[in-house]
């Protein structure tokens, strides 16, 4: 494949990290991600699974080195293996670097072997407790066991498995040890997330929900050895090995602490459009390009470029006035987490 220029914001960062939504659809209901009835988007709003393929070839001829397939829940749509296997083409080439999936792992037992024959390597699960009846309560239709299912299967797969926990107050406080046991026993490294404030939730209150994970850290601290990793994925996570369990637990504040200077990524979701930074409204069309030019990616390319050229320096999601200030009106589950 021919390449084009790299992808440069104003702000000098390259853009070589893609995040794509590939349904809006999922079959949890998390109680911070979702309402328990959310209305869907109609199938021609969708991107087809060519019209995915087109895209994501379109960034990498830009540049872009990662790519992560999110959601929804991305393994609820359907052929989607058809996509992995498509993109695996471009592994092989060497034109990108690393092919993943964020899923909350409830099919990945009927999927775990063919995401890796994809190239997949690495996958992030989703999960926030490891008792059942309060796994049941936050995803509202999700059932624990089979997601652990899924879990060994992928590391059975041969899948790197690294664990996803939303750290809500009052939730799963007490399970920060165990947690991080059951991860250290299964190999499995494991990060935490600052709740953030994106879509309305029937009645949930975001500001009492969010525990911050400077005190999280804190209460690590009190039990085991954390050494600082200078390692950094050009997103908002920070690195720390624990030094009695060998493993790295990693922190994605957003609302403690921004670390938006080294941003490095992008944001499509499953209607085609680009998101340039999680915390802002901002967003490009790249569908209308699309398929008004079925045998043509230069005006999508433009259109690309021109988004780019507009990512914003960072996000304004603030809680420290008691109020979820900086809130933006669409669910994670539109932009991908
Ligand atoms: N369904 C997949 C899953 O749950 O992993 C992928 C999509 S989900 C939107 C991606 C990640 O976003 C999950 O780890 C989820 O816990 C997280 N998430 C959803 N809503 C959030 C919120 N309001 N604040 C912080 N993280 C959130
Ligand atoms: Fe679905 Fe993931 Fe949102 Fe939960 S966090 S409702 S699993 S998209």
Redesign the pocket.
Known sequence: MEQAAPLIDPFARPVTYLRV?VTDR?D?R?T???TEHMEFLPKKEILTLEELDRMCSAFIRLGVRKLRI?????LVRRNIMMFFRAMSRHLESGALQELT?????SQLHRFADELFAAGVRRV???L?TLNEEKFARVTRWGRLPQVLRGIEAAQAAGLRVKI???ALRGFNEDELFTLTEWCAERDMDLTW???????E?DGTD?VGQYWPLTELRAQLGQRYTLTDLAERTGGPARYVRLEETGQKIGF?T?LSHNFCESCNRVRLTCTGELYMCLGQEDRADLRAPLRAHPEDDGPLIEAIRAAISRKPKGHDFDYSRQRPDGQVSR???H???
């Open positions: 939504s999922c949890f998390c911070y991600c979702m999110t959601g929804g829940e991305p999936l964020t899923t909350n792992g992030n699960v989703s926030d996803n926990a939303v997330i600052e709740v953030m404030p994106m879509g939730m975001r994605i957003p669910h994670m589950s932009t991908g987490g």
